[in-house]
Every structure is written in structure tokens, then in C-alpha cells.
């Protein structure tokens, strides 16, 4: 049998994401979610494919990665695969040589599930650990607590104050209301929300996207942020809040999220919120 690599087309993401919704699991390892391709495609179906890569056999998707930058893939694995040498082997051998088409010569990296045997392979190969990310978890079998802010849900009318605080949470962010629009043309949009949060002024102080992967699967929050005006008021906590409130709605077993360890901040925010640290994950790296 074969491991076929592909760029599967506009036509070919809707697969994919079922594939991932599939993937979604209480107790998974941090994996890539639907979530990351649905803030993916604010640059639209064309990058977003453009980006995607996936490895199948037999007409079996097994794995599915996302250019997340330059040099950064993104992937998760079939659960039932992860340990499962004949496509461990050929993950490896595209991801290590540039003239395959998925990372280029320099300084790369590889995000992929702790349990996956690709790890194993790529530190064989001399591929470091990069920094640590710390994953966090909000189980919502019972109701969330009201976050004490206005919360409203943002329609087509209402893009450009959602990106306007994007963008002022966010320094260099470049989230205008087409790339909004372009993004809840998406598809994994149709399990999404995009919530405000509004001070006792009436001010839009912080921003967030909820992506659900269907009921009785864990939810993702992608990404989340307060106004720089705004900060240190509790506004972070409310929004965490009101997210993991949405995709409770929206059937989610768990609200998952995952931010760089050394940003103790935003750790103690989720965590004010009720999420819960899972152990740290770290990328796989090439030096250039």
C-alpha cells in the first residue's frame, strides 16, 4: 500500500474538515482542530488550500497538516494511526526534504500529537524541542457561570467592530472585516461564533472566535483578546467566560485552548475562567 501526499484543492477542503470534526476526541493529545483551519481561511478558500496538506492511503486520509507560516506545519494524525509506522515514515520524509513541497530548506518547525510516532522519528532525525505551550482544558457538562459583561454575538453588520478590536488586542494583526467575511464564508464557520464583550460604558473592550467540532466534541477558542485600553479589568476572564458559555450551546463536551507558557498572564486568564492546564506540548525544530 501507498502513502499518497496531497494539496487537496478548494474542492477537497470539506473533506478535510469532516476529517478533523472526526478526529476531535475527549482525551486527545492537543492536536490541530477545525478551529485553526476555520481562522486560517480569513485569507480565503484559495490560501487555505493552498496550505493544506494531506496523506492518505487507500483513499484514507490518515493525516492532515497545515503551513501555519513559512515554516511551520501544523499536524495531527488519525488516532488510530499515530503509532503506525508506514505513514510516520513518509510524514518524515516529506517534512525533511524541501524539494517534496511541504516545508522548505532553513529553520522549520512541527507541531504533531505528543503520542504520534512522528515525534520519535524526527528526534532521531536531530529535530529539537522548541518552547513550551501549555494546553488548557474547561469541561462543560454544567453551566458556565455569567461573565458580567454585555456579550453579543457578531453578525455581518457588526465585522468591523469585531476586527477593530481584534486589531487593538493584537498589535501588528492585519484582521480587517473582508478578511472577517472571508472567514464565516468558511466552512468550519457553520460550528463558530464570534462574540463582543461590551463595558458598563458601552465600549467594545475584548474579542473572541468559539469553534465547535460538533456535539459531544471538544470546542476550540481561536483566538481571544482584550483591547489594550481595556486590559487588567477582569474583561479577559469575562470573554473566556462567555466563550466556553457559546460552545456549550453549541454542544461542545470540553472548551480547549492552548497559549505559549511564558505568557503567565494569559495562563492565569484561562485559568480565572475555570480551564484547567493539560501538560506542555513543544514543537519539533529544524535549525536552519
Known amino acids: 500500500m501507498t502513502i499518497v501526499v496531497d494539496t487537496p484543492g478548494i474542492d477537497g477542503l470539506g473533506k478535510v474538515v469532516d476529517v478533523l470534526r472526526a478526529w476531535q476526541d475527549e482525551g486527545a493529545p492537543t492536536q490541530l482542530h477545525p478551529g485553526d ?10 490560501a487555505t488550500a493552498e496550505a493544506v496538506r494531506t496523506w492518505s492511503r487507500d483513499g484514507r486520509i490518515l493525516a492532515v497538516g497545515l ?6 506545519l501544523r499536524l495531527t494524525i488519525a488516532p488510530d494511526a499515530r503509532r503506525d509506522e508506514e505513514p510516520a515514515r513518509r510524514l518524515v520524509e516529506d517534512v525533511t526534504t524541501p524539494e517534496h513541497g511541504v516545508l522548505p530548506a532553513g529553520r522549520a518547525n512541527v507541531e504533531a500529537p505528543a503520542d504520534a510516532l512522528v515525534q520519535d522519528l524526527l528526534a532521531e532525525a536531530g529535530w529539537g524541542v522548541d518552547e ?8 462543560l457538562a454544567l453551566p458556565v457561570p455569567d461573565p458580567g459583561l454585555r456579550i453579543e454575538t457578531v453578525g455581518p453588520e457588526r465585522a468591523q467592530a469585531f476586527t477593530a478590536v481584534h486589531r487593538a488586542a493584537f498589535d501588528g494583526s492585519g484582521f480587517t472585516a473582508g478578511r472577517w467575511h472571508a472567514m464565516a464564508a468558511g466552512l468550519p464557520y457553520a460550528d463558530a461564533r464570534c462574540l463582543l464583550a461590551y463595558d458598563g460604558r458601552g465600549d467594545a473592550v475584548a474579542a473572541v472566535t468559539v469553534w465547535s467540532a460538533g456535539p459531544g466534541r471538544p470546542g476550540l477558542l481561536e483566538p481571544m483578546g482584550v483591547h489594550r485600553d481595556h486590559r487588567r479589568r477582569g474583561h479577559g476572564r469575562a470573554i473566556t467566560l462567555a466563550a466556553a458559555a457559546a460552545l456549550r450551546e453549541l454542544g461542545s ?19 480565572s475562567a475555570g480551564f484547567r492546564p493539560r501538560p506542555e506540548v513543544r514543537d519539533r525544530y529544524r535549525e536552519a
Open 37 to 46: 483551519l476555520g481562522w486560517f481561511w480569513r485569507s480565503g478558500p484559495e
Open 132 to 139: 513550551p505551550w501549555t494546553p488548557l482544558r474547561r469541561d
Open 67 to 72: 503551513l501555519d507560516g513559512p515554516g511551520l
Open 253 to 271: 463536551s470540553s472548551a480547549l485552548v492552548c497559549t505559549p507558557s511564558s505568557r503567565t498572564g494569559a495562563v492565569a486568564t484561562y485559568e
